[in-house]
C-alpha cells in the first residue's frame, strides 16, 4: 500500500527542515512512502531549503499563492492513486509510527473518511484532539492544553472535524465528498471537507496513539472571528 505524504509550505524556513528530517524517519509497514511538498510561493528561503531534500521527495514549485486547500489539490494531482494519502503541516514533527497508528486504524473501519492524529504542543500538552461545532455555529477545539490521559479510553474516537495539520484520508471518501473547496483560502477547509464526509455516511476520528508534535508557529485566527453555517 502506497502512501503519499503531502505538505504545503509558506514560508516555512523555521520549521520545514526539522518535519523533513522527521518524516524522513516515519514507518510505513504497509508500503512505499512517498513525499510530496507543494510550495505556495515562498519569499522566504524555504526554497533553498527546500531544494537540500530533491533527492528524496517530490518538489512543486507554485507560481503563486493557492491557499492549502489549492496547494493540496495541486499536491495531489502527483500522488499515489493507492488508498490513502497523508496531510502533514510543516511546523509539525511526526513520531516515528504516526502513519502506522492511523492506517491501523483506518483499516479497521472502512466507514472512516478521515482518521487524525492527536497533536501536541512540545511541552507534550494536547495542542489539537480534532474538533466540534457548538451550537452557536462555532468551531471549537478538542483538548486543548488537556492531559493525555483524557484520551487513553479508546483507540478510536469520534470527533466533528479533524485538523489537517496531521490526518489520513481515504481516498474513495475523499472524491466522494467532493475534496477541499478552494474558496477556503487559509482556514477551515476541513471543517468544511469534514462536514460533508459525514454528510455522506463516513466517520471522522481522532487516532491518540498517533503523535504528532506541533510547533504551531503560524498563527491563529481566533474562532470567536470565525463562523460555521450548517
Keep these: 500500500m502506497n502512501i503519499s505524504v503531502i505538505l504545503v509550505t509558506y514560508n516555512s524556513e523555521e520549521t520545514i527542515q526539522d518535519c523533513l528530517n522527521a518524516l524522513l524517519r516515519s514507518k510505513n509497514d504497509y508500503g512505499d512512502l512517498d513525499i510530496i511538498v507543494i510550495d505556495n510561493f515562498s519569499n522566504d528561503f524555504t526554497r533553498e531549503i527546500l531544494l537540500n531534500y530533491k ?38 514533527i511526526p513520531t516515528e509510527n504516526w502513519l502506522n497508528e492511523l492506517i491501523r486504524a483506518m483499516e479497521q473501519d472502512y466507514r472512516i473518511g478521515v482518521a487524525q492524529s492527536l497533536l501536541l504542543n512540545l511541552d507534550g500538552s494536547i495542542d489539537s484532539a480534532g474538533g466540534f461545532i457548538s451550537f452557536l455555529g462555532y468551531p471549537i477545539e478538542l483538548g486543548k492544553k488537556a492531559n493525555l490521559q483524557l484520551f487513553k479510553d479508546r483507540d478510536i474516537y469520534d470527533v466533528k472535524y479533524a485538523k489537517g495539520a496531521a490526518a489520513l484520508f481515504r481516498w474513495g471518501s475523499y472524491l466522494h465528498a467532493g475534496g477541499f473547496d478552494e474558496r477556503f483560502f487559509f482556514y477551515y477547509e476541513e471543517t468544511d471537507l469534514c462536514y460533508r464526509l459525514r454528510k455522506a455516511g463516513y466517520r471522522v476520528v481522532l487516532v491518540p496513539s498517533s503523535i504528532v508534535y506541533h510547533k504551531g508557529l503560524g498563527s491563529d485566527v481566533p474562532s470567536k472571528e470565525l463562523f460555521v453555517l450548517y
Excluded at 499536491?75 to 503541516?89: C, E, I, S, V
Design 55 to 92: 533527492d528524496s521527495i517530490k518538489l512543486v514549485f507554485l507560481n503563486k499563492n493557492y491557499g492549502f486547500a489549492g496547494g493540496v489539490r495541486r499536491g495531489l494531482r502527483y500522488a499515489y492513486r493507492d488508498k490513502y494519502f497523508a496531510l502533514l503541516n510543516p511546523d509539525t
